[in-house]
């Protein structure tokens, strides 16, 4: 998807509807991401592999190095990506449990 340029923009307006544009782009990858963490369950049989401590920090890791080379907060991408894993564990617990039934 292509998006204005922030410097073409020529009103309050229209940045707040490319900001919501770009939003709605964002939430749309998170939904296709979150198909492949229910996918994910497949290929783990106890609670150890769905938590996955070593993998999980180092996700956080890398999503907030990542974030410090765009330029941005890496601390508040650290947080998101902590809240967004936590609850996918959680998820995929609730999943594990139906699997194993």
Known sequence: MIFK???NCHSLEEVRNVIDNI???IISLFAERHKYVEEI???K???DAV???ERKEQVILD???WAAEKGLNADTFEKIYTLLIDSNIKHELELL???NI
């Open 23 to 25: 939003d709605e782009h």
């Open 41 to 43: 369950v497949r290929f």
């Open 97 to 99: 449990k139906l699997k």
């Open 5 to 7: 340029e922030p410097k």
């Open 45 to 47: 049989n106890d609670k």
């Open 51 to 53: 938590i996955a401590q």
């Open 63 to 65: 999503r907030k190095n």
